[in-house]
């Protein structure tokens, strides 16, 4: 199978901090391995996932009481910047293996190139009141680009989630804006929201108004989520539950999810309950996405291109995003203006 092009030009959540001990531990970005370990000071570390030997996997090797990290074939040793040892020829030259960059951020530990500036690593501050309610990650298998498809529109909301957003009586009644822009798009759904009892953990009623404001980039893919609701007499709920998903393609196959939940309260009173109900949004943040992860594999075959699909107004941002996914996401000049002319090597990859 073709792998996806090379995207460590940007930096993708991969492991959460606490989930890298004294085992080294594999993890995938399109296609490619890479193995992830700690130093002789505990620092994360990460390196190509074969050996230069004979190509064997180093996540199945261990760490020495020196840091480095030994393959599991004949014993190489490979130290956090990638020079190697071989202990049964030591004057071998040119028995390196190429390094990576690893950073720190919100409980997660985030790979890039070593050439990656942190000035690009994604910033996701706590600002205007927001609190972090934790983060998670969920497994698609699917595409990446069905992936983003599926997050790109809200009009799947009454038949696959259950919770937030409306109902298929109201679908007729959504207001729907969408702007795409040279480096982004933007979208706001605003509908009536379903009768949900856990919605009343976060001040939400029958009557009230669902609000759904997003910005999907694409360095890297990730997308934020603000959603709000307003009573029947237009007055803001307490909460407004923020999330920011990151799109990790693990292969052309499998794409996983990276979620930071955040919440924010508008009314002062309530306050002093934002711990509490920022762990309830990010629980009620976890049941949408993983709604999404159970039905992905049943479109998880849909073809790259929309050539051929009767889009609606609901999929406006979907065609630029291809186009912003190739120019910005994976560096590729288009070729043509006409989005039936994808980059090659990532039609080759998801047939």
Aim: with cysteine.
């Amino acid at each position: 199978m073709e792998r996806l092009p090379d995207v460590l030009g940007h930096f993708h959540p991969v492991l959460p901090v606490q989930s890298l001990g004294r085992k080294p531990v594999k993890v995938e970005v399109a296609g490619r391995g890479y193995v992830l370990f700690r130093d002789a000071q505990g620092r994360p570390a990460a390196l190509a996932d074969q050996c230069p030997h004979r190509f064997a996997p180093l996540s199945k090797g261990r760490v020495g009481s020196d840091g480095r990290l030994q393959c599991p074939y004949h014993g190489w040793r490979f130290d956090s910047e990638g020079r190697g040892f071989n202990p049964s020829q030591p004057d071998l030259r040119h028995c390196d293996v190429r390094s990576f960059q690893v950073a720190e951020h919100r409980g997660y530990l985030w790979l890039a190139h070593r050439e990656t500036p942190l000035s690009a690593l994604p910033e996701l501050p706590l600002n205007d009141g927001y609190v972090f309610g934790g983060s998670f990650s969920t497994l698609f298998e699917s595409p990446l680009h069905v992936a983003i498809d599926n997050f790109s529109e809200d009009e799947h909301t009454p038949y696959v989630h259950t919770r937030l957003g409306w109902d298929d009586p109201h679908a007729h009644q959504v207001d729907f804006e969408a702007r795409n822009l040279e480096d982004r798009t933007e979208v706001v759904y605003q509908a009536p929201q379903r009768p949900a009892a856990l919605m009343m953990l976060l001040g939400v009623y029958n009557g009230d108004a669902f609000r759904n404001e997003w910005v999907f980039r694409f360095d890297p893919v990730h997308a934020q989520y603000t959603v709000s609701w307003v009573s029947p007499k237009g007055e803001t709920r307490p909460f407004v539950t923020r999330a920011n998903i990151f799109f990790v393609p693990e292969t052309p196959t499998r794409t996983r999810l990276v979620v930071f939940s955040f919440l924010r309260c508008v009314q002062p009173l309530m306050r002093p309950l934002l711990p509490v109900a920022a762990k309830a949004a990010r629980m009620l943040t976890a049941w949408e996405v993983r709604d999404d992860a159970r039905f992905i594999p049943v479109v998880a075959g849909t073809p790259y291109s929309h050539k051929g699909m009767r889009l609606d107004r609901y999929d406006k941002p979907l065609v630029h995003q291809r186009r912003l996914l190739e120019r910005i996401y994976f560096g590729q000049l288009p070729a043509a203006k006409d989005e039936d002319s994808p980059v090659e090597l990532v039609r080759e990859a998801v047939g």
